[in-house]
């Protein structure tokens, strides 16, 4: 049976409609109705109807989406099946949620997923909610570097959703970037020990510092003074919150920002600004 044909029309899909009603109500089947929606983890932390229908917006296709970007090689290894996991911890999902959400990424593996149709929906759902948009586009690459490599139907599928987003396939290779001077550091080699997600932490050198920076090292102190305040600005959690974005993604951002001012400081030293 199509993902058409599975959709029930629960509360998410009377709020949504659309590819990503359908999608959704694929996943979940009976499982949630009028009074089971108190689930819902963003729930308590939105102002709006508007923000909850983005936040759930954002749900429905982050885990669909990374459930297409890991068959789009031909096979979903563990790796990306760990970084799935993951996210659901970092969005602290709970037991029935993480269910959904794993639904969510099985749906997004089958070959007649509408992965435009849902791409289109999200970004009108998600309005002017940009830091949404980059986090998403941010949580799919993890994904697809989660094994320690891109591969190019990975990477081809990449640019593919930024286009559908309207989002820089610049910014996309800044952000790759970025990702892979962590993974260099161990900064988002995630170990699980006694249930819990730890990161291995050193300081990083010069040259990874330049790509957590997004510049190279024959860029101008003022560009690099720019680029430094582009990402502090970027990250700042006060945006993030005025955006009605998870609380896991706030932590993820002060975290992000002491990354960034570390880079910078060597950065600093090294040039003597």
Same mark, same amino acid.
């Given at each position: 049976? &199509?993902?058409?044909?599975?959709?029930?029309?629960?509360?998410?899909?009377?709020?949504?409609?659309?590819?990503?009603?359908?999608?959704?109500?694929?996943?979940?089947?009976?499982?949630?109705?009028?009074?089971?929606?108190?689930?819902?983890?963003?729930?308590?932390?939105?102002?709006?109807?508007?923000?909850?229908?983005?936040?759930?917006?954002?749900?429905?296709?982050?885990? &669909?989406?990374?459930?297409?970007?890991?068959?789009?090689?031909?096979?979903?290894?563990?790796?990306?099946?760990?970084?799935?996991?993951?996210?659901?911890?970092?969005?602290?999902?709970?037991?029935?949620?993480?269910? !959904?959400?794993?639904?969510?990424?099985?749906?997004?593996?089958?070959?007649?997923?509408?992965?435009?149709?849902?791409?289109?929906?999200? *970004?009108?759902?998600?309005?002017?909610?940009?830091?949404?948009?980059?986090?998403?586009?941010?949580?799919?690459?993890?994904?697809?570097?989660?094994?320690?490599?891109?591969?190019?139907?990975?990477?081809?599928?990449?640019?593919?959703?930024?286009? *559908?987003?309207?989002?820089?396939?610049?910014?996309?290779?800044?952000?790759? !970037?970025?990702?892979?001077?962590?993974?260099?550091?161990?900064?988002?080699?995630?170990?699980?020990?006694?249930?819990?997600?730890?990161?291995?932490?050193?300081?990083?050198?010069?040259?990874?510092?330049?790509?957590?920076?997004?510049?190279?090292?024959?860029?101008?102190?003022?560009?690099?003074?720019?680029?430094?305040?582009?990402?502090? &600005?970027?990250?700042?959690?006060?945006?993030?919150?005025?955006?009605?974005?998870?609380?896991?993604?706030?932590? @993820?951002?002060?975290? @992000?920002?002491?990354?960034? *001012?570390?880079?910078?400081?060597?950065?600093?030293?090294?040039?003597?600004?």
């Amino acid at each position: 049976m &199509s993902w058409v044909g599975k959709f029930i029309g629960g509360t998410f899909g009377f709020l949504m409609g659309g590819p990503l009603g359908a999608v959704f109500g694929a996943a979940v089947g009976h499982q949630f109705d009028q009074g089971q929606t108190a689930n819902n983890p963003f729930r308590t932390e939105v102002n709006s109807a508007e923000q909850y229908q983005a936040q759930m917006a954002f749900f429905t296709a982050v885990f &669909s989406v990374m459930g297409y970007l890991a068959k789009s090689d031909g096979r979903v290894n563990e790796a990306e099946i760990e970084f799935t996991r993951h996210v659901m911890t970092r969005l602290q999902l709970n037991e029935d949620m993480k269910k !959904t959400a794993m639904r969510l990424f099985n749906e997004g593996k089958h070959a007649d997923f509408p992965l435009d149709n849902v791409l289109q929906q999200f *970004r009108s759902e998600c309005q002017n909610r940009l830091h949404l948009l980059r986090f998403f586009v941010e949580l799919q690459l993890e994904l697809a570097l989660a094994d320690g490599l891109l591969h190019p139907a990975e990477e081809r599928l990449l640019l593919r959703i930024c286009e *559908r987003l309207h989002f820089s396939r610049f910014e996309l290779h800044a952000l790759k !970037t970025v990702l892979e001077a962590q993974l260099r550091m161990g900064g988002w080699q995630h170990q699980h020990s006694r249930g819990r997600v730890q990161s291995q932490q050193r300081e990083p050198t010069l040259e990874e510092s330049y790509a957590i920076l997004g510049v190279n090292a024959s860029a101008s102190d003022q560009d690099i003074r720019r680029a430094y305040r582009r990402l502090l &600005s970027r990250h700042h959690p006060d945006k993030l919150a005025a955006e009605g974005v998870p609380e896991d993604t706030l932590q @993820k951002a002060n975290e @992000k920002t002491h990354e960034i *001012r570390k880079a910078w400081e060597s950065v600093r030293k090294a040039r003597s600004l």
